[in-house]
């Protein structure tokens, strides 16, 4: 074991901060939506770090990124990545960190004149945020063998194109298989996007497992009319139906308790105007639980609203289940490795589950799986003020090189 190897952050927050100049956003932040022009250039950047390492850089149909650093031995690799599509207000660590902070490893060990018994792979999956394109982990998912991979490429975004042809016309679609990976065991690194291990004053998050996740859309159609002549016993307004809806949501989260949680964070009504009863409404539901019970209850009790209030209201409801993920737990063995090396290293760690979705739960399906956090200043994410410190990065990415060599060598 290598214990006195340490990482450079100075290097590693160069990178994010380079990473972060593709898709700048005015005030911070960065919009790389996937498959955009922006995603390309992200992509560009980072595959050029991996040939500039040695890496042996591979991607799949789906238009998942590899990059692999033989072991001594043959066989499956110990993975580690994320992604590097962000929200449309993202900020510069989200998903990148477990990129970047894998990249910085491999430079580490390069440095060191380190060669591990099993092969290293750093990867970054197509699509993780879902913001563009439903579900969210799309890459991933598609990758385990979770979602055909016809299904995912037919998939049509919020602004009307399908993952296919933008998959193609940035030129992504590698060639390696998809379905069916053999991997030793993957981790990794994110910030936490909470607030948990920053008011528990806490360097890293040992993290156990992540919620289950429903994403629903809805579409009202009702009869738009007259705002000041039409009485209010004559209306069927897709616009309250809406906002009933989003008032419904937030009531139930507080009334399932636990961690439920509950936003409607898309709603477009139309026409939109001062004077006129809405026609049109759409908005998205998304309902997260650790306890599966609680989400399918959750999840039950909105469908039945929803159904009443259409009734009552006169109005037409569409409905689509746009994400549903059950919550995953992790590999014992892999979150004691997490918390024991950082302990190792002198880092104060907690167990925690994970608020957001992540690769690592898809991952989870055919490789012994775990994740590290690091605290968010904050707990502000999906947001361009997201931040964490260099030295919370660098305590990170240094544990990320000690679980990796632990299960490397
Ligand atoms: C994706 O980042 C999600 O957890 O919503
Ligand atoms: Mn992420
Ligand atoms: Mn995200
Ligand atoms: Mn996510």
Known sequence: MHDSLRINRQRLVSRLE??????????????RLALTEEDLLGREQVIGWMHELGLEVSSDAMGNVFG???????????????HIDTVRTGGIYDGNLGVLGGLEVVETLNEAGIVTQRPLCVAFFTNEEGARFAPDMMGSLVYVGGMPLEDALATEGIDGERVGECLERIGARGDAPVGNPEVHAFVELHIEQGPILEESGIAIGAVEKVQGISWQELRFTGTSNHAGTTPMRLRHDAGYAAMATGTFVRELANRIGGDQVGTVGALEIQPNLVNVVANQAHLTVDLRNTD?????????????????????????????TLARFDPVTFDPDMVARVEASAKALGHSVMRMPSGAGHDAQMLARVCPTAMIFVPSADGISHNINEYTAPEELEAGVNVLLRVLLDLAE
């Open 18 to 31: 380079q990473l972060g100049q593709i898709g700048a956003l005015p005030g911070g932040g960065c919009c």
């Open 68 to 82: 692999l650093r033989p072991g001594t031995e043959p066989g499956p690799p110990v993975m580690t990545g994320s």
């Open 292 to 320: 599966n019970e609680r989400l399918k209850q959750a999840e039950t009790e909105l469908a039945a609203f929803v159904e009443q209030l259409a009734e009552r209201e006169g109005i037409e409801v569409k409905h689509r």
